[in-house]
């Protein structure tokens, strides 16, 4: 019988030796297969390699990991938002999850775990952007009550592609 525990927590340097880049790597070919075109996909996942993650730490943004027993399973990078356009003070960057980890709770719980830090830290109205053509994503933030907002066009290695902001009060 297996006891494999779940937590969030904060990424440290360990998780640079791959497990970031692996959930990267495997959650963009599933979310963005046939939304962003194959050769400029393969130029983003290309470069989120170790000295990305390294930097992206070093810069201070906070990332939080998912990992069950010793495998990090998802992660979510947020912060202030960096954006005027999307009319909040806080933002999720990024939040996503190994494939088959995905629809069981776990990106609920990583949500959840990253606006409470942030409210912690005097920042409630968060925003999140999202490619207009990620249905799944659609569902995702809806479902925790995120209101579609604004719409802006964005450059995605080069490619002009329109995505949605979403709003938590």
Excluded: C
Excluded at 78 to 84: I, L, N
Excluded at 91 to 113: S, T, V
């Amino acid at each position: 019988m297996s006891t494999r525990t779940t937590s969030i927590r904060r990424a440290r340097e360990a998780d640079l030796l791959g497990a970031l880049s692996r959930v990267f790597d495997a959650s963009w070919r599933e979310a963005y297969r046939g939304i962003i075109p194959g050769v400029a996909l393969e130029r983003l996942i290309a470069g989120r390699d170790r000295a990305w993650w390294r930097s992206a730490l070093r810069r201070g943004r906070p990332i939080a990991v998912v990992d069950t027993g010793d495998l990090v399973v998802g992660y979510a990078a947020y912060g202030r938002t960096r954006s005027r356009a999307l009319g909040t003070d806080a933002e999720i960057d990024e939040i996503y999850l190994l494939p088959e980890y995905q629809g069981i709770g776990l990106g609920r719980r990583l949500f959840k775990a990253v606006r409470n830090d942030l409210a912690d830290h005097g920042l409630s109205r968060l925003g999140v952007w999202s490619l207009e053509d990620n249905v799944r994503a659609a569902a995702f933030y809806e479902g925790l009550g995120g209101q579609p907002g604004p719409r802006v066009l964005d450059r995605v290695a080069g490619v002009a592609l329109p995505k949605v902001g979403y709003i938590f009060s």
